[in-house]
């Protein structure tokens, strides 16, 4: 059995390989989306999404990323999980649970 991926904070550097994952994961669970749609928001993702966010990458041991989570404060804006560990439980034990998740739900 594999142990679960680690977390780091994404750098400038991993941006190209997080919207790899990002295009995996819409291409592969979001099927009500047209190809250009796709790509007119894969770009806002990797020009303002990304520098805009706190994110934090999940990768395996080898350091290869297998998602990510963006924040802005204690709001989560965005995850995505590549495809291939898509029902693996791979899901990092150390994702932070935002504030809302340890108080109950919140609707503000």
């Known amino acids: 059995m594999s142990s679960s991926p680690t977390v780091r904070t994404a750098t400038p550097a991993d941006h190209p390989e997080l919207v790899r994952i990002w ?3 819409v291409e592969a669970t979001h099927t009500f989306l047209t ?12 020009t303002a999404a990304l520098p805009a966010l706190s ?3 999940a990768q395996r041991a080898d350091g290869t990323p ?5 924040t802005d404060g204690h709001r989560v804006e965005a ?3 590549d495809p291939s ?22 609707s503000t």
């Open 55 to 57: 994110v934090l990458v």
């Open 66 to 70: 297998v998602g990510w989570i963006g």
């Open 35 to 46: 190809p250009d749609d796709v790509d007119e928001i894969e770009t806002e993702v990797r």
């Open 79 to 81: 995850l995505f999980v």
């Open 85 to 106: 560990a898509h029902g693996r439980a791979s899901a990092p034990r150390s994702w932070p649970r935002p504030p809302s998740a340890r108080r109950g739900w919140s």
């Open 23 to 25: 295009r995996r994961a």
